[in-house]
Protein backbone atom coordinates (compact mmCIF):
# COMPACT_ATOMS: atom_id res chain seq x y z
CA UNK A 1 0.00 0.00 0.00
CA UNK A 2 1.17 3.45 -0.84
CA UNK A 3 2.14 5.69 2.20
CA UNK A 4 0.32 9.41 1.81
CA UNK A 5 2.36 12.23 3.41
CA UNK A 6 0.35 15.62 2.93
CA UNK A 7 2.47 18.86 3.43
CA UNK A 8 0.91 22.27 3.73
CA UNK A 9 2.46 25.01 1.36
CA UNK A 10 2.17 28.31 1.94
CA UNK A 11 -0.99 29.77 0.72
CA UNK A 12 -3.37 27.06 2.41
CA UNK A 13 -2.32 24.70 -0.25
CA UNK A 14 -1.69 20.86 0.15
CA UNK A 15 0.68 18.83 -2.23
CA UNK A 16 0.31 14.73 -1.51
CA UNK A 17 3.26 12.53 -2.06
CA UNK A 18 3.96 8.78 -2.09
CA UNK A 19 6.07 7.80 1.42
CA UNK A 20 6.30 3.98 0.43
CA UNK A 21 7.30 1.66 -2.37
CA UNK A 22 4.55 2.39 -5.63
CA UNK A 23 4.31 2.39 -8.79
CA UNK A 24 7.07 5.10 -9.43
CA UNK A 25 9.50 2.81 -7.62
CA UNK A 26 10.82 2.56 -3.85
CA UNK A 27 10.74 5.92 -1.63
CA UNK A 28 13.94 7.93 -1.66
CA UNK A 29 16.09 6.67 0.91
CA UNK A 30 17.73 9.36 4.02
CA UNK A 31 20.84 10.21 2.19
CA UNK A 32 19.49 10.37 -1.40
CA UNK A 33 16.80 12.59 0.61
CA UNK A 34 19.60 14.64 2.20
CA UNK A 35 20.91 15.62 -0.85
CA UNK A 36 17.99 17.00 -2.74
CA UNK A 37 17.39 20.50 -2.65
CA UNK A 38 15.30 20.94 0.56
CA UNK A 39 12.60 23.20 -0.83
CA UNK A 40 11.97 20.29 -3.57
CA UNK A 41 11.60 17.74 -0.80
CA UNK A 42 8.39 20.22 0.01
CA UNK A 43 7.25 19.78 -3.55
CA UNK A 44 8.71 22.90 -3.99
CA UNK A 45 11.57 23.92 -6.47
CA UNK A 46 12.53 27.11 -5.08
CA UNK A 47 11.79 29.37 -2.41
CA UNK A 48 9.36 32.22 -3.63
CA UNK A 49 10.64 35.97 -3.60
CA UNK A 50 9.10 37.99 -0.58
CA UNK A 51 5.94 39.51 -1.27
CA UNK A 52 7.54 42.79 -0.72
CA UNK A 53 9.55 42.25 -3.63
CA UNK A 54 9.61 45.09 -6.30
CA UNK A 55 8.27 44.20 -9.60
CA UNK A 56 9.73 43.93 -12.88
CA UNK A 57 10.35 47.54 -14.84
CA UNK A 58 6.81 48.68 -15.74
CA UNK A 59 6.08 51.18 -18.66
CA UNK A 60 7.21 54.26 -17.62
CA UNK A 61 4.17 56.29 -18.50
CA UNK A 62 2.29 54.11 -16.22
CA UNK A 63 4.81 54.22 -13.73
CA UNK A 64 4.94 58.46 -13.42
CA UNK A 65 0.92 58.29 -13.01
CA UNK A 66 1.19 55.38 -10.44
CA UNK A 67 3.46 57.39 -8.34
CA UNK A 68 1.27 60.27 -8.75
CA UNK A 69 -1.68 58.09 -7.33
CA UNK A 70 0.24 56.75 -4.48
CA UNK A 71 1.37 60.71 -3.73
CA UNK A 72 -2.44 61.36 -3.82
CA UNK A 73 -3.67 58.61 -1.91
CA UNK A 74 -1.00 59.66 0.89
CA UNK A 75 -2.47 62.50 1.14
CA UNK A 76 -6.08 61.52 1.38
CA UNK A 77 -4.79 58.96 4.06
CA UNK A 78 -3.23 61.80 5.93
CA UNK A 79 -6.51 64.13 5.94
CA UNK A 80 -8.97 60.82 6.80
CA UNK A 81 -11.03 62.36 9.32
CA UNK A 82 -12.13 58.53 10.68
CA UNK A 83 -8.92 56.47 10.79
CA UNK A 84 -10.09 53.63 13.57
CA UNK A 85 -11.81 52.16 10.52
CA UNK A 86 -10.56 49.99 7.74
CA UNK A 87 -10.11 52.41 4.83
CA UNK A 88 -10.10 51.77 1.26
CA UNK A 89 -7.33 54.31 0.95
CA UNK A 90 -4.86 52.81 2.90
CA UNK A 91 -5.61 49.40 1.20
CA UNK A 92 -5.20 50.91 -2.35
CA UNK A 93 -2.13 52.89 -1.22
CA UNK A 94 -0.78 49.33 -0.11
CA UNK A 95 -1.33 47.69 -3.26
CA UNK A 96 -0.29 50.84 -5.56
CA UNK A 97 3.03 51.23 -3.73
CA UNK A 98 3.77 47.86 -3.95
CA UNK A 99 3.14 47.80 -7.83
CA UNK A 100 6.05 49.87 -8.08
CA UNK A 101 9.42 49.07 -8.93
CA UNK A 102 12.62 49.75 -7.10
CA UNK A 103 13.30 53.57 -8.16
CA UNK A 104 9.91 54.82 -7.93
CA UNK A 105 9.64 53.20 -4.38
CA UNK A 106 12.64 55.64 -3.43
CA UNK A 107 11.20 58.31 -5.66
CA UNK A 108 7.59 57.80 -3.40
CA UNK A 109 9.36 57.64 -0.05
CA UNK A 110 11.01 61.10 -1.03
CA UNK A 111 7.89 62.08 -1.33
CA UNK A 112 6.53 61.29 1.88
CA UNK A 113 9.71 62.18 3.54
CA UNK A 114 9.68 65.98 2.14
CA UNK A 115 5.79 66.69 1.47
CA UNK A 116 4.70 64.79 4.54
CA UNK A 117 7.04 66.31 7.42
CA UNK A 118 6.88 69.15 10.08
CA UNK A 119 4.57 72.27 9.20
CA UNK A 120 7.32 74.08 9.84
CA UNK A 121 5.41 78.18 9.15
CA UNK A 122 3.04 76.89 12.29
CA UNK A 123 5.93 75.58 13.94
CA UNK A 124 7.86 79.07 13.46
CA UNK A 125 4.94 80.80 14.72
CA UNK A 126 3.63 78.69 17.79
CA UNK A 127 7.66 79.06 19.09
CA UNK A 128 7.22 83.45 18.79
CA UNK A 129 3.75 82.81 20.75
CA UNK A 130 5.65 80.47 23.40
CA UNK A 131 8.39 82.94 23.53
CA UNK A 132 6.01 85.72 24.61
CA UNK A 133 4.00 84.08 26.77
CA UNK A 134 7.54 83.38 28.72
CA UNK A 135 8.30 86.98 28.75
CA UNK A 136 5.09 88.10 30.38
CA UNK A 137 5.29 85.16 32.76
CA UNK A 138 8.95 85.59 33.46
CA UNK A 139 8.30 86.28 37.66
CA UNK A 140 9.36 83.84 39.89
CA UNK A 141 6.85 82.21 41.56
CA UNK A 142 6.59 79.88 45.49
CA UNK A 143 5.10 76.56 45.69
CA UNK A 144 2.09 77.78 47.21
CA UNK A 145 1.28 80.03 43.88
CA UNK A 146 1.98 76.97 42.01
CA UNK A 147 -1.34 75.32 43.60
CA UNK A 148 -3.77 77.55 42.06
CA UNK A 149 -4.04 77.98 37.98
CA UNK A 150 -3.15 81.37 36.38
CA UNK A 151 -4.39 82.25 32.82
CA UNK A 152 -0.55 82.43 31.35
CA UNK A 153 0.02 79.28 32.98
CA UNK A 154 -2.95 77.71 30.94
CA UNK A 155 -1.66 79.36 27.88
CA UNK A 156 1.74 77.94 28.69
CA UNK A 157 0.51 74.41 29.07
CA UNK A 158 -1.99 74.38 25.77
CA UNK A 159 0.88 76.16 23.91
CA UNK A 160 3.41 73.50 24.65
CA UNK A 161 0.52 70.52 24.29
CA UNK A 162 0.52 72.56 20.64
CA UNK A 163 3.95 72.67 20.02
CA UNK A 164 4.33 68.82 20.56
CA UNK A 165 1.55 68.26 18.09
CA UNK A 166 3.25 70.36 15.69
CA UNK A 167 6.34 68.75 16.22
CA UNK A 168 5.17 65.34 14.96
CA UNK A 169 5.23 65.04 10.96
CA UNK A 170 2.47 64.13 9.21
CA UNK A 171 4.19 61.00 7.79
CA UNK A 172 4.06 59.75 11.29
CA UNK A 173 -0.05 59.93 11.03
CA UNK A 174 0.00 58.01 7.77
CA UNK A 175 2.34 55.29 10.03
CA UNK A 176 -0.06 55.06 12.91
CA UNK A 177 -3.36 54.85 10.68
CA UNK A 178 -1.38 52.24 8.28
CA UNK A 179 -0.79 50.48 11.80
CA UNK A 180 -4.29 49.62 12.55
CA UNK A 181 -5.62 48.28 9.39
CA UNK A 182 -5.30 44.47 8.42
CA UNK A 183 -1.41 44.01 7.21
CA UNK A 184 -0.34 47.35 7.98
CA UNK A 185 2.63 46.28 9.85
CA UNK A 186 3.90 44.41 7.99
CA UNK A 187 3.90 46.98 4.69
CA UNK A 188 5.60 49.54 7.23
CA UNK A 189 8.43 46.97 8.22
CA UNK A 190 8.80 46.10 4.29
CA UNK A 191 8.71 50.04 3.55
CA UNK A 192 11.62 50.54 6.12
CA UNK A 193 13.42 47.92 4.46
CA UNK A 194 12.55 50.10 0.98
CA UNK A 195 14.01 52.94 2.84
CA UNK A 196 17.17 51.55 3.85
CA UNK A 197 17.86 50.50 0.21
CA UNK A 198 17.12 54.07 -0.54
CA UNK A 199 19.18 55.53 1.93
CA UNK A 200 22.62 53.78 0.30
CA UNK A 201 21.85 55.65 -2.87
CA UNK A 202 20.38 58.80 -1.40
CA UNK A 203 21.73 60.02 2.22
CA UNK A 204 18.98 62.27 2.26
CA UNK A 205 18.07 64.57 5.43
CA UNK A 206 13.99 63.73 4.67
CA UNK A 207 14.88 60.10 4.41
CA UNK A 208 17.04 59.69 7.77
CA UNK A 209 14.32 61.62 9.27
CA UNK A 210 11.42 59.30 8.22
CA UNK A 211 13.90 56.07 8.73
CA UNK A 212 14.14 57.81 12.83
CA UNK A 213 10.47 58.27 12.90
CA UNK A 214 9.71 54.76 11.61
CA UNK A 215 12.26 53.07 14.26
CA UNK A 216 10.65 54.99 17.51
CA UNK A 217 7.42 53.88 15.97
CA UNK A 218 8.56 50.47 15.83
CA UNK A 219 10.42 50.59 19.43
CA UNK A 220 6.88 51.15 20.92
CA UNK A 221 4.93 49.11 18.78
CA UNK A 222 7.13 45.70 19.19
CA UNK A 223 8.01 46.06 22.88
CA UNK A 224 8.38 42.77 24.60
CA UNK A 225 4.67 42.75 26.42
CA UNK A 226 3.27 43.15 23.13
CA UNK A 227 5.10 39.88 21.18
CA UNK A 228 4.31 36.22 21.87
CA UNK A 229 6.97 33.59 23.01
CA UNK A 230 6.27 30.63 20.65
CA UNK A 231 8.13 27.27 20.33
CA UNK A 232 8.78 26.16 16.59
CA UNK A 233 8.37 22.46 16.50
CA UNK A 234 8.11 20.23 13.31
CA UNK A 235 4.55 20.01 13.63
CA UNK A 236 4.38 23.90 12.58
CA UNK A 237 3.09 24.78 9.25
CA UNK A 238 5.38 23.84 6.57
CA UNK A 239 4.84 27.81 5.60
CA UNK A 240 6.27 28.62 8.84
CA UNK A 241 9.37 25.95 8.43
CA UNK A 242 9.77 26.89 5.03
CA UNK A 243 10.44 30.65 6.33
CA UNK A 244 13.01 29.37 9.15
CA UNK A 245 14.88 27.74 6.55
CA UNK A 246 14.91 30.92 4.31
CA UNK A 247 15.37 33.28 7.20
CA UNK A 248 18.14 31.36 8.81
CA UNK A 249 21.00 33.32 8.38
CA UNK A 250 23.98 31.85 10.65
CA UNK A 251 24.13 28.03 9.69
CA UNK A 252 21.95 27.69 6.56
CA UNK A 253 19.88 24.64 6.56
CA UNK A 254 20.54 22.29 4.05
CA UNK A 255 18.20 19.54 3.86
CA UNK A 256 14.96 18.23 5.13
CA UNK A 257 16.54 15.83 8.17
CA UNK A 258 19.02 19.36 9.02
CA UNK A 259 15.85 21.36 9.81
CA UNK A 260 14.31 17.81 11.91
CA UNK A 261 16.97 17.50 13.63
CA UNK A 262 17.42 20.97 15.03
CA UNK A 263 13.73 21.00 15.64
CA UNK A 264 13.78 17.32 17.67
CA UNK A 265 15.11 15.50 20.69
CA UNK A 266 17.99 17.39 22.28
CA UNK A 267 16.77 20.69 20.83
CA UNK A 268 14.92 24.17 20.74
CA UNK A 269 14.03 26.83 18.49
CA UNK A 270 11.98 29.79 19.87
CA UNK A 271 10.37 32.77 18.22
CA UNK A 272 9.06 36.31 18.64
CA UNK A 273 6.19 36.99 16.99
CA UNK A 274 3.54 39.76 16.47
CA UNK A 275 -0.41 39.30 16.49
CA UNK A 276 -0.47 41.92 13.57
CA UNK A 277 1.96 39.56 11.69
CA UNK A 278 0.63 36.10 12.43
CA UNK A 279 2.84 33.36 10.38
CA UNK A 280 5.86 35.62 10.62
CA UNK A 281 8.60 34.95 13.36
CA UNK A 282 10.38 38.51 13.86
CA UNK A 283 13.54 36.99 15.36
CA UNK A 284 13.88 33.26 16.20
CA UNK A 285 17.24 31.31 17.96
CA UNK A 286 18.35 27.66 17.98
CA UNK A 287 19.39 25.80 20.64
CA UNK A 288 21.31 22.95 21.48
CA UNK A 289 21.14 20.74 25.08
CA UNK A 290 24.50 19.57 25.66
CA UNK A 291 26.73 17.65 28.32
CA UNK A 292 29.06 20.23 28.90
CA UNK A 293 29.77 23.27 26.83
CA UNK A 294 30.49 22.26 23.17
CA UNK A 295 32.97 24.33 21.46
CA UNK A 296 32.50 22.87 17.31
CA UNK A 297 29.69 24.45 15.59
CA UNK A 298 29.88 20.97 13.04
CA UNK A 299 29.42 18.79 15.74
CA UNK A 300 26.27 20.52 17.35
CA UNK A 301 24.84 20.92 13.86
CA UNK A 302 25.93 17.34 12.47
CA UNK A 303 27.53 15.23 15.07
CA UNK A 304 25.44 11.80 15.86
CA UNK A 305 22.86 11.04 18.01
CA UNK A 306 22.07 14.69 19.73
CA UNK A 307 22.41 14.93 23.74
CA UNK A 308 19.73 12.79 25.85
CA UNK A 309 17.94 15.76 27.44
CA UNK A 310 17.67 14.05 30.94
CA UNK A 311 22.09 14.24 31.25
CA UNK A 312 22.06 18.10 29.64
CA UNK A 313 23.58 20.57 31.82
CA UNK A 314 24.28 23.34 29.08
CA UNK A 315 21.92 25.75 27.10
CA UNK A 316 24.25 26.26 23.89
CA UNK A 317 22.53 29.45 22.02
CA UNK A 318 24.16 28.42 18.56
CA UNK A 319 22.33 30.84 16.19
CA UNK A 320 20.05 34.04 16.48
CA UNK A 321 18.11 35.16 13.03
CA UNK A 322 16.31 38.58 13.44
CA UNK A 323 14.64 38.26 9.92
CA UNK A 324 12.75 41.36 8.56
CA UNK A 325 15.22 44.03 7.45
CA UNK A 326 12.93 46.63 8.29
CA UNK A 327 13.32 45.93 12.06
CA UNK A 328 17.23 46.85 11.74
CA UNK A 329 18.00 48.93 14.98
CA UNK A 330 15.19 47.58 16.71
CA UNK A 331 16.37 45.17 20.39
CA UNK A 332 14.62 42.05 19.76
CA UNK A 333 17.50 39.62 20.06
CA UNK A 334 18.01 40.27 23.52
CA UNK A 335 15.15 40.42 24.81
CA UNK A 336 14.50 36.65 23.06
CA UNK A 337 17.41 35.46 24.56
CA UNK A 338 16.67 36.48 28.31
CA UNK A 339 13.47 35.22 27.74
CA UNK A 340 14.28 31.72 26.77
CA UNK A 341 17.26 31.44 29.95
CA UNK A 342 13.68 32.18 32.20
CA UNK A 343 11.59 29.91 30.70
CA UNK A 344 14.62 27.02 30.25
CA UNK A 345 15.13 27.57 33.64
CA UNK A 346 11.40 26.67 34.52
CA UNK A 347 11.57 23.93 32.07
CA UNK A 348 14.90 21.96 32.89
CA UNK A 349 16.30 23.21 36.76
CA UNK A 350 19.14 20.90 36.20
CA UNK A 351 20.68 22.84 33.27
CA UNK A 352 22.54 25.49 35.16
CA UNK A 353 25.05 26.68 31.55
CA UNK A 354 23.05 28.84 29.26
CA UNK A 355 25.95 29.88 26.61
CA UNK A 356 26.23 31.16 23.10
CA UNK A 357 28.11 29.04 20.68
CA UNK A 358 28.93 32.31 18.66
CA UNK A 359 30.74 33.83 14.94
CA UNK A 360 33.27 36.17 14.84
CA UNK A 361 32.56 37.87 12.25
CA UNK A 362 34.30 41.04 11.68
CA UNK A 363 37.80 39.35 13.24
CA UNK A 364 39.60 37.86 9.63
CA UNK A 365 39.20 41.84 8.14
CA UNK A 366 40.51 43.46 10.90
CA UNK A 367 43.76 40.87 10.80
CA UNK A 368 44.22 41.18 7.26
CA UNK A 369 43.82 44.65 7.07
CA UNK A 370 46.53 45.17 10.41
CA UNK A 371 48.88 42.10 8.50
CA UNK A 372 48.39 44.51 5.41
CA UNK A 373 49.80 47.45 7.30
CA UNK A 374 52.83 45.89 8.68
CA UNK A 375 54.06 44.87 5.58
CA UNK A 376 53.57 48.21 3.99
CA UNK A 377 54.91 49.53 7.05
CA UNK A 378 58.26 47.12 6.64
CA UNK A 379 58.63 47.65 2.90
CA UNK A 380 58.51 51.57 3.13
CA UNK A 381 61.90 53.09 3.75
CA UNK A 382 60.61 56.11 5.57
CA UNK A 383 60.73 55.06 9.10
CA UNK A 384 60.12 57.88 10.81
CA UNK A 385 56.87 58.56 8.89
CA UNK A 386 55.61 55.01 9.36
CA UNK A 387 56.36 55.27 13.27
CA UNK A 388 52.77 55.90 14.49
CA UNK A 389 51.52 52.80 12.13
CA UNK A 390 54.42 50.35 13.36
CA UNK A 391 53.47 47.92 15.94
CA UNK A 392 54.58 44.40 16.82
CA UNK A 393 51.82 41.78 16.10
CA UNK A 394 54.19 38.60 15.96
CA UNK A 395 56.10 37.24 18.83
CA UNK A 396 59.56 36.02 18.23
CA UNK A 397 59.03 32.35 18.61
CA UNK A 398 55.68 32.78 16.76
CA UNK A 399 57.80 34.43 13.74
CA UNK A 400 60.08 31.47 14.06
CA UNK A 401 57.47 28.60 13.87
CA UNK A 402 55.78 30.77 10.76
CA UNK A 403 59.91 30.94 9.29
CA UNK A 404 59.62 27.09 9.48
CA UNK A 405 56.93 26.44 7.64
CA UNK A 406 57.81 28.64 4.52
CA UNK A 407 58.55 26.55 1.33
CA UNK A 408 62.27 26.49 0.00
CA UNK A 409 63.03 29.68 -2.14
CA UNK A 410 60.14 31.95 0.03
CA UNK A 411 61.94 34.59 1.41
CA UNK A 412 58.83 36.50 2.28
CA UNK A 413 59.03 37.82 6.34
CA UNK A 414 56.74 36.12 9.11
CA UNK A 415 54.18 38.63 8.58
CA UNK A 416 53.99 38.67 4.88
CA UNK A 417 53.86 35.11 5.02
CA UNK A 418 50.98 35.35 7.72
CA UNK A 419 49.06 37.45 5.70
CA UNK A 420 49.51 35.49 2.11
CA UNK A 421 48.41 31.88 3.79
CA UNK A 422 45.85 33.68 5.52
CA UNK A 423 44.39 35.40 2.60
CA UNK A 424 44.21 32.32 0.40
CA UNK A 425 40.61 31.55 -0.56
CA UNK A 426 41.10 28.24 -1.06
CA UNK A 427 41.99 28.00 3.03
CA UNK A 428 45.03 25.41 2.46
CA UNK A 429 46.23 26.29 5.96
CA UNK A 430 43.50 24.64 7.20
CA UNK A 431 44.40 21.39 6.30
CA UNK A 432 47.77 21.56 7.26
CA UNK A 433 49.00 20.37 10.72
CA UNK A 434 52.39 22.82 10.44
CA UNK A 435 50.44 25.30 9.92
CA UNK A 436 47.69 25.24 12.18
CA UNK A 437 50.08 24.59 14.85
CA UNK A 438 52.43 27.45 14.28
CA UNK A 439 49.26 30.23 12.97
CA UNK A 440 47.28 28.62 16.56
CA UNK A 441 49.06 31.15 19.01
CA UNK A 442 49.32 34.23 17.75
CA UNK A 443 45.33 33.54 16.00
CA UNK A 444 43.96 33.38 19.58
CA UNK A 445 46.06 36.31 21.14
CA UNK A 446 44.96 38.08 18.67
CA UNK A 447 41.72 37.38 18.43
CA UNK A 448 41.17 37.92 22.12
CA UNK A 449 42.50 41.57 21.26
CA UNK A 450 39.89 41.97 18.21
CA UNK A 451 37.10 41.16 21.02
CA UNK A 452 38.11 42.82 24.52
CA UNK A 453 40.00 45.47 23.55
CA UNK A 454 39.63 46.69 19.65
CA UNK A 455 36.53 49.89 20.05
CA UNK A 456 34.41 51.62 17.46
CA UNK A 457 32.91 54.98 19.11
CA UNK A 458 33.65 53.65 22.26
CA UNK A 459 31.46 50.14 21.75
CA UNK A 460 33.00 47.08 20.80
CA UNK A 461 34.53 46.29 16.79
CA UNK A 462 32.76 43.41 16.63
CA UNK A 463 28.97 43.50 16.25
CA UNK A 464 28.40 40.36 17.92
CA UNK A 465 30.40 41.20 20.90
CA UNK A 466 28.73 44.59 21.27
CA UNK A 467 25.31 42.55 20.96
CA UNK A 468 26.11 40.28 24.07
CA UNK A 469 28.20 42.23 26.53
CA UNK A 470 25.23 44.85 26.01
CA UNK A 471 22.76 42.23 27.12
CA UNK A 472 25.17 41.66 30.09
CA UNK A 473 26.72 38.28 29.47
CA UNK A 474 30.62 37.40 29.82
CA UNK A 475 33.23 36.85 27.11
CA UNK A 476 33.93 33.42 28.12
CA UNK A 477 36.49 31.39 25.77
CA UNK A 478 37.09 30.76 22.77
CA UNK A 479 35.80 27.76 21.63
CA UNK A 480 37.32 24.96 19.24
CA UNK A 481 37.50 21.24 18.58
CA UNK A 482 40.92 20.97 17.57
CA UNK A 483 42.58 18.83 20.15
CA UNK A 484 46.37 18.83 20.88
CA UNK A 485 48.40 16.87 23.53
CA UNK A 486 50.42 18.94 25.51
CA UNK A 487 53.51 17.98 28.18
CA UNK A 488 50.45 17.80 30.80
CA UNK A 489 47.14 16.17 29.84
CA UNK A 490 45.05 15.95 26.73
CA UNK A 491 43.36 19.61 26.39
CA UNK A 492 40.70 20.99 24.39
CA UNK A 493 42.41 24.30 22.97
CA UNK A 494 40.36 27.53 21.66
CA UNK A 495 40.72 26.22 17.76
CA UNK A 496 39.22 26.33 15.11
CA UNK A 497 35.68 25.89 16.33
CA UNK A 498 33.66 26.16 12.68
CA UNK A 499 35.57 24.41 9.31
CA UNK A 500 33.27 25.62 7.24
CA UNK A 501 34.61 27.74 4.23
CA UNK A 502 32.41 30.67 5.94
CA UNK A 503 34.19 30.31 9.42
CA UNK A 504 37.20 30.44 7.94
CA UNK A 505 37.06 33.52 5.43
CA UNK A 506 35.13 35.10 8.54
CA UNK A 507 37.06 33.93 11.69
CA UNK A 508 40.32 31.71 10.63
CA UNK A 509 37.52 28.76 12.09
CA UNK A 510 37.44 30.57 15.74
CA UNK A 511 34.48 30.96 18.07
CA UNK A 512 33.58 32.39 21.07
CA UNK A 513 31.32 31.67 24.12
CA UNK A 514 29.37 34.11 25.98
CA UNK A 515 28.00 32.88 29.16
CA UNK A 516 24.22 34.07 30.40
CA UNK A 517 24.28 34.47 34.12
CA UNK A 518 21.14 36.07 35.32
CA UNK A 519 22.27 37.28 38.53
CA UNK A 520 25.30 39.15 36.76
CA UNK A 521 23.27 40.36 33.47
CA UNK A 522 22.51 43.89 34.81
CA UNK A 523 25.78 44.29 36.56
CA UNK A 524 27.90 43.42 33.58
CA UNK A 525 25.41 45.88 31.48
CA UNK A 526 25.86 48.88 33.28
CA UNK A 527 29.65 48.26 33.34
CA UNK A 528 29.96 47.77 29.62
CA UNK A 529 27.48 50.95 29.02
CA UNK A 530 28.86 53.06 31.56
CA UNK A 531 32.46 52.29 31.67
CA UNK A 532 33.14 50.49 28.13
CA UNK A 533 34.11 47.24 30.25
CA UNK A 534 33.65 43.72 28.38
CA UNK A 535 33.04 41.43 30.67
CA UNK A 536 35.63 38.66 30.58
CA UNK A 537 36.05 34.78 32.06
CA UNK A 538 39.86 34.67 33.61
CA UNK A 539 40.80 32.06 30.75
CA UNK A 540 40.02 35.05 27.82
CA UNK A 541 41.93 37.85 29.94
CA UNK A 542 45.09 35.06 30.15
CA UNK A 543 45.27 36.15 26.77
CA UNK A 544 45.70 39.62 27.27
CA UNK A 545 48.08 38.99 30.08
CA UNK A 546 50.48 36.65 28.13
CA UNK A 547 50.70 39.61 25.05
CA UNK A 548 51.20 42.66 27.80
CA UNK A 549 54.23 40.06 29.30
CA UNK A 550 56.11 39.15 26.34
CA UNK A 551 56.00 42.98 25.15
CA UNK A 552 57.75 43.94 28.27
CA UNK A 553 59.92 41.37 27.73
Request: aromatic share 8%.
Amino acid sequence: MRGIMRIRLGGGRFRATATAAGASGAAPNKSELGKQPFMAQFGQGSVEPPSNSAPAMLDPRHSERLLKKVSMLMHEAVHMRNSSLPNATLRQLREDYLMLNMDYRQRALIVLGTQFGVDRKRLKGLMQHYMTLNSVGNTEETIEDKTSDSGIDAAHYRTERDLRAALVPLSSRLFEQMNGQVGGLKFLVDLRADLKTALLKNNLASLRALDSDLQGLFATWLSPACLELHRITWNDAACLLEKIVTYEAVHPITNLYDLKRRLGTGRRCFGYFHPAMPGEPLVFIEVALTKGIEGSAQKVLFGEPPCDEAVADCALFYSITSTQPGLKGIELGNFLIKRVVHLLRQEMPEVQNFVTLSPIPGFMHWLLAKLATQCHVQKSGDKSANSKLSEKLLFPEEEVKLEACRDEGNSKGPVEFMYDVLSSAEHEWASSEKLLEALRPPLLRLCARYILQEKKRGAALDPVTNFHVRNGAVCFILTPSYRCCSSKSVEQLNWMGDTSSKGLAASAGLMVNYRYRLEDIEANNQAYLNRRVVAASPAMLAYLQQSRSDTQQ
